[in-house]
């Protein structure tokens, strides 16, 4: 069971640059989360998903776009890359119904140059 | 939106000590878990308990939700150990952080 899994996991981009973090779990979770972590911090809600074709922004979801086609699948679009979206990125599922512990991904670290 | 509050923001033990990290928050809350962040990077699930004890191994929590604030244990504390422990809470459906704990167990 992989759990939630997280690609890629290293990325260098140029401002103005665009890409996607891929985010996919096996658990048949409704609920999927975006969050991100700068240094020194706790981490912050940038997106999350309550179930397929629903999303909702949280705390800080400027310059970033998401989309839930699938119960499996999360992706976090970045479309114009700039250097205050350098972070760690995590993905994170739950499943409301049943038991709502999170689970998070590995992270994706991104740096922007 | 709730606010979480962890403290000490720093600690440091040497091998074998016990410590206690607490959490308090703002609001009423359905979800409240602890989290170990290791020095890779990576978030291990320590323990969900929005309220009530729960023991695993050398590490227990104690979640007083009417009281808002969660104690996490750590007892004859290892090496491995080290790293950032971070409590969310959730009111509702999305977990808020707090900025963590940091330890370090030196040997």
Request: net charge neutral; charged share 15%.
């Amino acid at each position: 069971n992989a759990g939630v899994t997280q690609t890629p996991k290293f990325r260098i981009l140029k401002i103005g640059q665009s890409m996607t973090l891929q985010c996919t779990q096996d658990m048949n979770h409704n609920y999927m989360y975006w969050y991100r972590q700068d240094p020194g911090m706790g981490l912050k809600l940038i997106y999350y998903s309550v179930g397929a074709g629903i999303t909702d922004k949280g705390e800080v979801p400027n310059g970033y776009n998401v989309s839930r086609s699938t119960t499996e699948d999360f992706p976090l679009r970045l479309e114009l890359a700039a250097p205050s979206q350098t972070s760690v990125y995590f993905c994170a599922s739950s499943n409301r119904q049943a038991n709502t512990e999170a689970f998070f991904g590995q992270g994706t670290r991104l740096t922007v140059v | 939106g709730i606010q979480v509050e962890q403290s000490p923001p720093d600690l440091i033990l040497q091998e074998g000590a016990n410590s206690t990290l607490r959490c308090n928050f703002s609001d009423s809350v359905n979800n409240l878990q602890w989290f170990h962040q290791n020095p890779w990077g990576q978030l291990i699930n320590l323990f969900y308990i929005p309220s009530g004890t729960k023991q695993n191994g050398r590490l227990s929590a104690t979640t007083v939700a009417t009281e808002r604030y969660s104690l996490l244990y750590i007892s004859s504390s290892q090496t491995t150990d080290s790293g950032v422990y971070f409590c969310a809470v959730a009111p509702e459906s999305t977990l808020t952080f707090g900025k963590g704990t940091m330890l370090l167990v030196s040997p």
